[in-house]
């Protein structure tokens, strides 16, 4: 069964520093990865997607790929206390007909 | 933006009641989704949906029902509950598979006493 590993589990960055956050595929046949953000006591909101290698940004927030590594990168800079979150990743695989999520990273951005 | 409810937003059980979650969708999008999150497992598939009529078991489907009787509706139905399903439960649509994100709804606290 396919499954998402992200790290670490918990990160605290200070405000205005970089965040980096990370998640691995175990299965080769992912389609699509998704960075979805939720802030405590409200739902995932979807972040960024990214299906081709390389790099995507949008605005503080930058997300990259490597296929052959099976592995996504989120970083976030000039971080701010709104930022403060729980951070999943999220993954899409050829024919499975689902999207299987990892268990998350825990930003915290202290003032 | 796309939009979806879910009812009730807490909810306290007895041990063997049976509960009903439900979910509303205005977004028209075929596939709907139940997930439970807990503390150290992140987002689990219940039970997902591809249309109306249809249902399909996700990772961890014991112990519960769905129900998709229309485009915009889906239940999820818990016959005997248990402690051990204390948690949020989330329900979520998307247009299809694959590159599609997924919209969330508020979520339902559930306490099974």
């Known amino acids: 069964q396919q499954k998402v590993q992200q790290s670490p589990e918990s990160l605290i960055v200070p405000e205005g520093g970089m965040a980096s956050l990370n998640c691995t595929s175990s299965d080769r046949n992912v389609d699509y990865f998704w960075w979805y953000r939720q802030h405590s006591g409200k739902s995932p909101k979807m972040l960024m997607s990214i299906f081709s290698n390389g790099e995507k940004e949008e605005g503080r927030f930058t997300v990259h790929l490597n296929k052959a590594s099976l592995h996504t990168s989120l970083h976030i800079r000039d971080s701010q206390p709104s930022d403060s979150a729980l951070y999943l990743c999220?993954?899409?695989?050829?024919?499975?007909?689902?999207?299987?999520f990892g268990k998350g990273t825990h930003l915290h951005v202290l003032p | 933006e796309a939009a979806v409810t879910q009812s009730p937003r807490n909810k306290v059980a007895v041990t063997g009641g049976k509960v009903t979650l439900s979910c509303n969708q205005t977004n028209n999008h075929n596939n709907m989704y139940w997930y439970r999150q807990d503390t150290g497992h992140g987002l689990r598939l219940i039970h997902y949906s591809y249309g109306a009529g249809s249902t399909e078991k996700g990772d961890i489907p014991d112990g519960y029902k769905a129900s998709r009787p229309s485009q915009e509706n889906f239940s999820l139905i818990l016959e005997l509950a248990t402690p051990s399903q204390t948690s949020v439960y989330f329900c979520?649509?998307?247009?299809?598979?694959?590159?599609?994100?997924?919209?969330f709804g508020p979520g339902t606290r559930l306490t099974v006493l």
């Open positions: 979520a649509s998307g247009v299809s598979w694959g590159g599609y994100e997924q919209y």
């Open positions: 999220a993954a899409s695989y050829t024919n499975a007909y689902k999207v299987i």
